[in-house]
């Protein structure tokens, strides 16, 4: 490989690189806001926080830094370490993607199941109808509500999930949100919410009869082609990051055993050698 295309292959990937590094710290800083802020998410799934999207931008974040961090060094000090480093992340990072979707594809029903059962442990043990929060820190209650409203559903897996909490021991009731969309009667005006007669009822007629574990897997089939082209660009992201550190640790490494040749150290014998048949000639 010529001089200006071993050139273009280091610009290139160090670039590459940086971009990187600039949206892993766009990652960390969504994280730790979201970690500040919407600590009310937290709550849906306390007994496992890692699910949280605060943890996965965090984490995001943090493998994107030590990528880009051991590629630009590697790209910009021509150093064959950081390099087989780069690339030994990068085939890891494959690998445990591929293990992570086998897993969760095999899996997938008992994965269901405990999800299920710590966001009811969390309706169960952190609803607060009386606690909104805020716009910039919404609270369990008004998360639940948005969720409910936006998917017209009830409940984890059905309204059932709702009766006997502790923030309405010993009753059958459901949050406002729980109430259908058509049931004029009971809505108040001007609020969005509904009145007492419709989620303190009792009557599921008058409530949505999904739960949102449902609609929401009904949503990620729907939009599975959105689903699709995100993986497919952080594949081809990954793979475009893979090639060019294998291209560029073998350029290193072929520059580097033509270096010493390209320099002819000085030898006393060539030397000698060089003055003997110079006298030759002359006589």
Known sequence: MGSSGYNCIRSTFCWFNVLIWICSCAFLGAGLWLRITFHGY????????????????????????LLSFFGCCGSWVESRCFLCVYIFLIIMLFMSEFLVGAIAF???????????????????????????????????????????????CCGVTSYEDWYNIKAWSGK???????????????????SGDFGNECWKSENPELWFDKGCVHSFQNWIVKHL??????GLVIASIQLIGLLCSMLLFCSVKRRSKRSPESYKSYSPSSADLHSKNVTSWED
């Open 42 to 65: 937290s709550s849906l799934l306390p007994e496992n926080i890692t699910f949280s999207a605060d943890t996965l931008f965090l984490g995001i974040g943090a493998i994107g830094f």
């Open 106 to 152: 095999a899996f997938r029903s008992a994965l269901t199941r405990t999800l299920s059962n710590e966001l009811r442990f969390g309706i169960e043990n952190h609803y607060n109808a009386s606690d909104r929060g805020s716009l910039a820190s919404p609270s369990v209650a008004s998360i639940w509500d948005n969720i409910q409203q936006n998917f017209e």
């Open 172 to 190: 059958n009731w459901v949050p406002n949100s729980c109430c259908k969309r058509n049931i004029n009667a009971f809505q108040v005006e001007g």
């Open 225 to 230: 082609h959105v689903v699709g082209t995100i």
